[in-house]
């Protein structure tokens, strides 16, 4: 690797802990890299503090959190591929918020500012668009439920600025005020749910690029009405020589919400959800606040549990959902509607009646191509405390193919010294009967 081939460094950590706060300061610092011949470093620091401004009442200790990583040169995250902490390693985060928890009219919720700047590790050959810095972003969330009734809200203001710094019509520098407002009046009994639900997503744009037709500022208002509800029934069965129980979970989402006209060009924190068992049952088939899609749909799913019912312990469960679109839906990721009736139909299972093990898998199946699009398979071996051996394999049809393997095991046997007498804690004694060539307990 080029790590071990750069000549001499410094790596220096320094961690701090006390009452009101703690973090940690780590340098990595290569004073003359022999392969670039240059100076080269990695600094990344988190800092988090509490004190309180507004006791009593209004809300808990306020927060203060800094985070955040910095390197020399675009190409760190190749030749030390293993140095930073950042989910993703060509984006390097720098993150600052200051919190106060709030509690207001029976609800709780939250007040914030926050900032986040980007470095981009870009790459000739492989590129990557810069996301959007957020210089500002100061907001308040507050939820709670009052006679039977669920409310929540938030709004926030933010300052979005590309962190490559360069503004275009496609790309704007902008502010945006948004506000999310939902109210639901969940009904729930023995074996049943039903919660109806209005959700409001609004906001407002003022843009320091013009969009291609020469406006700047504009604003939305998307209401969405669902209807979420399922059943939840159990009986015994006998099997094995013990009783289980097995459950039938029906589930049913209904979510109408309008088509309104959303411009490409602002889409500043939003992104394309994966298409899986759980994003099935949202109302929006975009994260973030700038993609609303338009639905009338309706999102089905079953799931078949075996439960032991002395103990608890899940031996298998059987799944699948699939989404049935009632009218084309007009606002996509790519732009182009969509007008398939029956979504891909998803199936998963997992099982563990083969003692210590736990198989699990799960498909997409596109009726259009008569194919599996998506396969997932993983097995996990667990024959005794802190010892785990797992494999998961991974298809994505014409995008990738990945096997993963792991292996956890201790190399020491862990609590009391091995020299502590038989009975002590940590070190379990012959089990009855054993002679003096008996085992008792695990070995390292």
């Known amino acids: 690797m080029q790590g ?45 503090a509490r004190f309180s401004l507004f006791p009593g009442p209004v809300g808990d200790e306020m927060r203060l959190r800094v985070a955040g990583e910095r390197v020399s040169d675009d190409a760190w995250w190749r030749d030390f591929p293993r140095s930073t902490a950042a989910l993703t390693p060509r984006l390097l985060p720098l993150q600052a918020g200051l919190e106060q928890p709030l509690r207001l009219a029976g609800g709780e919720g939250l007040a914030y500012v926050r900032t986040t700047r980007w470095q981009v590790l870009q790459s000739q050959q492989a590129p990557i668009v810069s996301p959007y810095d957020r210089e500002l972003q100061l907001g308040a969330r507050l939820g709670g439920a009052w006679s039977g009734w669920e409310a929540s809200l938030e709004t926030e203001l933010n300052r979005f600025v590309p962190s490559d710094g360069r503004a275009s019509a496609s790309r704007p520098t902008a502010w945006r005020a948004h506000a999310l407002g939902a109210i639901a009046r969940p009904w729930r009994g023995p074996g049943w749910w039903m919660v109806p639900r209005l959700g409001v997503n ?50 049913l989402l209904a979510v109408y919400t309008p088509y309104r006209a959303q411009e490409a060009a602002l889409a500043f924190d939003s992104a394309a959800k994966d298409f899986s068992f759980s994003s099935i049952f949202s109302d929006n088939d975009f994260s973030g ?34 989404r049935y679109l009632l009218a084309d839906q007009r606002v996509t990721i790519d732009g182009v509607p969509s007008t398939r009736r029956f979504s891909d139909f998803i199936v998963l299972g997992s099982t563990s009646a ?63 010294p091995a020299s502590a007498p038989p009975g002590q804690p940590g070190v379990p004694g012959p089990p009855a009967g054993a002679g003096a060539g008996g085992s008792g307990g695990q070995n390292g």
Do not use: K
């Not at 700038?290 to 059987?318: K, M, P």
């Not at 997932?376 to 014409?398: C, E, I, K, N, Q």
């Open 289 to 322: 606040v700038d993609r609303v899609s338009d639905a009338r749909q309706l999102n089905a799913g079953l799931t078949t549990r075996l439960v032991d019912a002395q103990g608890g312990r899940e031996l298998l469960r059987l799944g699948a959902v699939q």
């Open 354 to 416: 083969v003692p210590n093990w736990t198989f699990e898998g799960s498909m997409r199946y596109d009726a259009d191509i008569r194919r599996p699009v998506r396969t997932l398979v993983s097995a996990r071996h667990m024959p005794g405390d802190f010892r785990t051996l797992s494999a998961t394999y991974r298809l994505t049809r014409g995008s990738s193919e990945q096997l993963e393997l792991g292996v956890q095991w201790p190399l020491a046997r862990l609590g009391a």
């Open 202 to 251: 609004a906001a407002s744009y003022d843009l320091e690029q013009p969009l291609a037709d020469g406006r700047r500022q504009l604003g939305r208002s998307i209401p969405t009405l669902s209807l979420d509800m399922g059943l939840e029934l159990e009986r015994e069965v006998m099997g094995l020589g013990r009783t289980w129980r097995q459950t039938l979970e029906p589930r």
């Open 4 to 48: 071990a081939r750069s000549g001499a460094g410094l790596d220096a950590e320094v961690r701090y802990l006390e009452p009101a706060h703690s973090g940690e300061l780590a340098l990595r610092w290569l004073p003359n890299d022999q392969v670039e011949r240059r100076e080269r470093h990695a600094l990344r620091l988190q800092h988090d």
